[in-house]
């Protein structure tokens, strides 16, 4: 018996350690505040190749985004996956249905994402499931045999950063249960980009790409790079060399006319500057003729390898580049392409009219509707890819950030009707990376580009940037500075900046001096420092292979005596007397592999000597986790990594309040601890699995801010009921968060301006958010909320939340609207606000009754007096019941018309003195009601119910004391309501008594009475 | 005791190997719900008010078995029809004008083609002739579901034939519907998914109905309708599905 109590108690017993957080998340959603003025980069597009309506769009770390209006308006269709996006492909057989998506983008920066395999859906994309390669990291192409839905091949790049067998050519004939790997050439040379001839599927080209990336290097090219052709459905596989360069070759890009196959094109990074270009053959590939070495063909063949070929002449192509180009000579020449974002990814034509073109950039896509001259943007694909994230402390607060390829920005949280594109505003140029406000002065902006070629201070206000980069002095070694350099401002000095070469510099005068108060904190490794050769075949020193740099600086929020940095190449240092002396403490970490990227340190406000240190290695082709927590600055570290967390991770916040709550920043989402890291949950409540690169709290709004590097900024903007979550909550049917005072928003506006192909943000509600939590989903009987004042007085019903978890009741501060009278057309009066005060939330669940005592006060900024509030609330509630006293007037004439018209009817010949009583009721009414017109231009002239709701509407709305204006208006209306009141008093002790009297005289049993006001407003 | 043990384990480990085919989960979710007594159930009248920022909006919604059906809103004291669908025609009031407007040929012949769904698709999904697939199984919200596409006459949108999919989360342990989910085919929302959520299921004459119903965009605000009472095979103004005339 006692192993049976056991085992029920082992069932049902809940601790925080087996909690399950991810199931008690709730209605506790992401808020996306994009932006999508700038996008982001995408990395493919395919066109439904019947319907121009439908769009497929792959970004690059922003997933994939479906547009069924010819591309206006676009939708994420893959949240749930990972949302790097190597190739799409529409299935030809099933395009309505049928889509495969490669994830791992093949645009090789330093920067990109990786994937996690191939994906298909067969509903349009509504629900995708993982079809194998798992391994391959990246793929770079999806051919789809034409007539056979159950070919596929799939050119796998396969891994970056390290050696992998896992990539070549892998073709499936079962529709994706089975792979086999039918074409490899070796361990660093992947397949870029494979074609079909639509007119025979069973020849292929394939191209082989031998490529590495490291932190510090990138090669492009070697002697296995190379061109193949298949005509057996990939059995076997010949390499193409009659008329292409010999030797070592890099990057290939491929195309085939569909219009004539046997027309191939080749772009070739070659060896020999001379023999780099384009290729054309015109017979299948058995021969080739070099064409043209132009700029735009030939720049970072790893970024821009792609060629298009218009689907209606072979002569017409347009090949990927800096700012793209296309010819139409088969070749001979090429124009640039209009303007748009530079660095074009891909070129896709409309099958059915190849002046509409699309393009993949840096910033988005764009669309042609006159082949490729003149550029129009999507502004609805919010794919921004942010590096970093910080915010100020204003109302409501900004966000500041920089993004691949597309500057620094700073835009507010909310903004009248939400946050448009008009709302953000440039900080910096380049590549954006960290910013920073002045964190006394929001005007004072901190931004940077690349590898620190540019730091800048921007004072907004005065529109006056001074470039504030340390540079070396006398004596000094050259500065190395990240690609993404490290610099942040001080939390104990304001004008006080820190900046991360090799050497931790300081500031004290925001920027304008610096002082070096480290030794070199890297490894210094000079094999790691030959950038100037990085690139392979293309020469490519753009600082983006920078290292043994300074990447992580953390001054402690209790002391400006212990500074923690971390370097890319591995090391994690220390200082406890403000640089004086400083300790390499990465010794001290164990299970960590030798320089391993220390991404980010994060200096714990709960003790000195806490911090929290985060590692990756996926540059040295390691994509687990390392996380660790030191209690003891430094000298003992303890991983706080499980195995729910599947991959790399780059950033980590902990809440300012809550020690056991920490938020981290994968490369496949957001996590979340409440145990302190010994279980973690995705959190994917709006929130894509897309890559974080930096978390940061607002610690007075208690928002999370992620800087995602594909989906813009996403903010929780409340995370303090993550605070309360425990073990102890599951034991109670319904239990209440401490969420108990709430400030009135009173402010109004007139909304936006942007149009409905843009990306606006939601604002973050600004109605009180009452918050409790359920054990478990109420499914069963009735469940409802209510608000009442202190003296039981019912205020207004509410929307009460059923879901597992966190539940929020929102609510308005609106008490309940008057009962406005009938009329022919509507006329409204919304309900008045509640007064400052402690108010009761009831929840009813089945039985059961659960009530929350809150308060709701005025904002501290308000500027309105008590007596103006005061004055205002006496008169709107006069006129709240002016409005139902007319109501009822209006109410009651109509039911003795009614009863009047119905004795009429009766009649054989009409009664005189009851057409009489009719006609006075019409004519009272008129005065009360509009009786004719519409809602539109065919309204009547407004009578006393209108004009009685205008006044109302306008005191009601505006917190502060009527005007004089407001008071004569509604002094006159009463003027005219009491004639009208008059009129009927008179009627009642006249034609409507005589005909009281009728009706009893026509049948004694009869007792006619009009409800009562009660009644009148029950119903 | 020794006996009892393994019993316990079995029923653990049958529990959870033993795979339930779609028809099956379905018929489970059939049998939740009031199975057989449904076919009594002629017509459902629910009614509740409506609180839209404190100001209360009575609303009437009647669904036939027949599949006719119209919502009505009273508003300033006047009743009007949101929505309605006479067997034939779908139609609606326009509050510009407060007059009657027929919906589009397209919504109509929609709504023809979905008119014997009462009460709802899944329900009767092999009778209606329409395709139930299990995805699997998914949380919503915390709570384990199955996720159950149904894939239904195919809609007309925009002159063109489109698919017409559903998609159903049953709670697993309840066995009733959690959740509902649909993509938008027009307007500005298009290509959005559309969730309907359930909960504050009755039973109500052998039947169980879900009191609650909070409908929204995937990821965005959702607004609950609670309904107050809910009445069937009541007497109803069948003129109250008809084109007022003109």
Redesign the interface.
Known sequence: ?Q??LL?CSAAFAYSQETLNA??????L?ARHLGPALMSGRISDIELHPKNPRIVLVGAAGGGIW????GGV???PVFDAHCQSIGALAIDPNDP??TYWAGTGETWTRNSVSAGDGIYKTT??G??WIRSGLEKTDRIAAIQIHPRNSSVVYVAALGALWGNSDDRGVYKTEDGGKTWNRIFFVNNTTGCSEIIMDPANPEVLYAAFWEFRRTAYSFQSGGNNSALYKSSDGGKTWNKLESGLPKGKMGRIALALAPSNTSVVYAVIEAEKKEEKGLYRSDDAGKTWKFLNGDFELTVRPFYFSRISVDPANPDIIAKCGLSGSISRDGGKTFRNLGSMHPDIHDIVFDRSNSDKMFFATDGGVYRSLDGGSSMEMVECLPVSQFYHVSHDNREPYYVYGGLQDNNSWVGPSESPGGVEPGDWEPVGRGDGFRVYPHPNDPNIVYSEMQGAEVMWRYDIKKQEIKLIKPYPGEGSPKLRFNWNAAFTTSKHHPDRLYAGSQFLHVSEDRGAAWKIISPDLSTNNKSKQNQEASGGLSADNSGAENHCTIFTIAESPLTDQVIWVGTDDGNLQLTTDGGKTWNNLVKNIPGLPPNTWCYHVEASVHGKGIAYAVFEGHTQNDYRPYVYKTNDFGKTWQSIVTSEITTFVRSLQEDYQNPDLLFLGAENGLYITLNGGKSWSVFS??FPRVAVHYLELHPTKNALLAATHGRGIIVLDDISPLRKINASLLNSNLSFFDSDVFVIDEKSNFGGRSQ?NQFVA?NPTSRAQIRYFLPK????????AEIHDLQGNLV?????G????INTIEW?F????PK?????????A???TVKAGKYLLKITKGNEVFEKQIEVVYGKNSGFTPAEREEQQQVTKQLFDFIQDLAYLV?TIEKWEEKANDFQQKQTKPNAGVAGLLNELSSIKNILVVTTG???V?TAEPKLREKLNDVYGSINAYPGAPSSTQKENILSLQKQFAEAKARFAKAESGSIQTFRKLLEKNNPAETFKVPDFGEYLKM | ?KK??PF?FTLVIASTVKAQSVDEIIQSYCQAVGGKNWDAVKNMRLKTNL?Q????IPVEVVMMADGRSYTQIT????TMTMRAFDGQKSWGTN?????AEEESAEESENSRRTAAEFPNALMHYKKLGYTASL?GTE?V???ECYKI?LEKKTMLVEGKE??N?E?HYL?KE?K?I?MSES?LPSG?M????SQE?Y????ELNGVMVA??N?SGIK??PS??V?FEKVEMNVQVDENKFNFPKK
């Open positions: 018996m192993c049976l085992l991810g199931d008690y998340f709730g209605d959603k479906k547009s069924q209006d308006k676009f939708n309505d249905n509903d349009g509504k629900n409540n709006n409905e939601s989903r109420h499914m069963f009987g009735k469940m409802t207004t019903k509410a929307d009460a059923k879901l597992k978890g308005g609106n008490a309940t609207a406005v009278a009938k009329g022919k057309s509507l006329s409204f919304g309900a008045p109410f519409d809602n539109y065919g | 005791m009892l043990i316990l609180n920022g404190g100001t209360t508003f300033n004291g006047n509050f510009m004008t407060m007059a995805l949380k919200d915390g709570t596409k489109i698919p999919i998609f709670d309840s009733v959690l993509e500005e298009k290509g959005k998914l959520k909960s504050d299921y009755q009191f609650s909070a990821d965005g607004q609950t609670q």
